[in-house]
């Protein structure tokens, strides 16, 4: 009846409320069953997952994986994966200009699928670290070109992405976030705003965003961030959640501090939690989705927060939670499974201050369209 049978396993999917010992069928690269016992006899193969927590495939919803284009993407399968991250929104690596060759040359040719957000400067992030300011001038302002790429390639495009720290838009940091919104709009696409070091105040920034656009690198520590001079989230950030705008972790090189974390979720805010992962962070202080993750549970979020915040609210903030994030029957069975290793662990935020945790989830297996593409963190 099936073609893989995951045995044994704690699974955890919170998006149907699930969270116990099950076994999990798999038939023509979908979940067929989610079942107390499925017999050995019934399956083609057979796994023992017993001891790790099995979960939706993973979705990092802010990453850069046009590698070989530019200077800080990674290559998606053997850092993402690998690791159990079976879905990558990659955050604006790619402009108008050079969306092409991204589609044709990565997300046609890798195994994990590869979804994202079109850059608004024409040319994406593939100058980023010479810290050109690629929104100067507005050379960009022309916006016919990425109406029309994203148009033409919604099945992957889910919106527009800017950049508002000052040393991409010198002094354009307002004009460049109106062109986005208009341009999001004219593609009815969602908006995703990096902030941070921004010569906008986040009032401003927040101001123009619409229920469903993505704040990512929500816990920066930069002036203006989410948290007011009191560290209470701002007023105009809480109207922003109450209309719909979604924030995201983008953890980074310089874009997470432990110590925001830590009062906005005293304060009850849930972030979708994702790495921004580039070539600059892949070996500290981000690694991996995982890792990120684990980071989590060290701030004192539960298993199921934290598996939520990366599989099914990933899902939703991005519209596509009727085909991801969930071992639903008849869903795509991209599967990862952890082991919960417990010990003393040392962790640190984007500034390098340190905190420590108890627990890291470890990858152990990657199931990507039914098919077992990845054990003990490494490509098969």
């Known amino acids: 009846m099936y073609d893989l049978v995951l045995q044994g396993g704690h699974v955890i999917d919170p998006g149907q409320g699930i969270n116990e010992k099950l076994d999990i069928g798999i038939q023509a690269g979908k979940i067929g069953a989610l079942s107390a016992h499925i017999p050995a006899s019934e399956a083609r193969e057979v796994v023992d997952v017993s001891g790790l927590f099995v979960t939706p495939g993973l979705i990092d919803l802010h990453a850069h994986v046009y590698w070989g284009a530019n200077d800080m993407a990674v290559e998606v399968d053997p850092t993402c994966l690998s690791k159990g991250v079976t879905t990558v929104v990659d955050a604006g690596t790619a402009g108008a200009l050079n969306f092409a060759g991204f589609r044709r040359f990565i997300i046609e040719q890798v195994k994990t699928r590869v979804l994202c957000f079109l850059n608004i400067g024409p040319t994406g992030l593939t100058e980023s670290y010479s810290r050109r300011r690629f929104y100067d001038g507005l050379s960009f302002s022309d916006v016919a070109r990425p109406i029309e790429?994203?148009?033409?390639?919604?099945?992957?495009?889910?919106?527009?992405?800017?950049?508002?720290?000052?040393?991409?838009?010198?002094?354009?940091?307002?004009?460049?976030?109106?062109?986005?919104?208009?341009?999001?709009?004219?593609?009815?696409?969602?908006?995703?705003?990096?902030?941070g070091n921004?010569?906008?105040?986040?009032?401003?920034?927040?101001?123009?965003?619409?229920?469903?656009?993505?704040?990512?690198?929500?816990?920066?520590?930069?002036?203006?961030?989410?948290?007011?001079?009191?560290?209470?989230?701002?007023?105009?950030?809480?109207?922003?959640?109450?209309?719909?705008?979604?924030?995201?972790?983008?953890?980074?090189?310089?874009?997470?501090?432990?110590?925001?974390?830590?009062?906005?979720?005293?304060?009850?805010?849930?972030?979708?939690?994702?790495?921004?992962?580039?070539?600059?962070?892949?070996?500290?202080?981000?690694?991996?989705?995982?890792?990120?993750?684990?980071?989590?549970?060290?701030?004192?979020?539960?298993?199921?927060?934290?598996?939520?915040?990366?599989?099914?609210?990933?899902?939703?903030?991005?519209?596509?939670?009727?085909?991801?994030?969930?071992?639903?029957?008849?869903?795509?069975?991209?599967?990862?499974?952890?082991e919960l290793v417990e010990g003393e662990f040392e962790f640190r935020d984007s500034?390098?201050?340190?905190?420590?945790?108890?627990?890291?989830?470890?990858?152990?297996?990657?199931?990507?369209?039914?098919?077992?593409?990845?054990?003990?963190g490494a490509l098969l």
């Open 198 to 338: 921004s010569n906008l105040k986040v009032e401003e920034i927040v101001g123009v965003m619409r229920g469903g656009d993505i704040l990512t690198h929500c816990f920066n520590g930069y002036v203006n961030g989410i948290l007011g001079w009191d560290g209470k989230v701002a007023p105009a950030v809480c109207a922003a959640l109450e209309r719909g705008v979604l924030l995201d972790v983008g953890f980074g090189s310089g874009s997470f501090s432990v110590d925001v974390a830590r009062q906005a979720l005293s304060q009850g805010i849930r972030p979708t939690i994702s790495t921004d992962l580039h070539h600059m962070n892949v070996q500290a202080p981000v690694r991996d989705l995982p890792t990120t993750m684990s980071k989590f549970l060290a701030l004192g979020l539960g298993m199921r927060e934290v598996i939520a915040a990366a599989t099914v609210d990933a899902a939703r903030s991005i519209g596509r939670a009727n085909e991801l994030g969930s071992l639903r029957a008849g869903a795509v069975a991209d599967i990862a499974a952890f």
């Open 149 to 195: 790429v994203a148009n033409r390639n919604r099945d992957v495009v889910l919106g527009i992405k800017v950049l508002l720290s000052h040393h991409y838009t010198g002094d354009n940091a307002l004009e460049s976030l109106w062109l986005a919104r208009f341009t999001a709009d004219k593609v009815h696409g969602r908006l995703m705003v990096h902030f």
């Open 351 to 376: 500034h390098d201050t340190l905190f420590a945790g108890d627990k890291v989830l470890d990858p152990r297996l990657t199931v990507r369209a039914g098919n077992i593409v990845a054990r003990n």
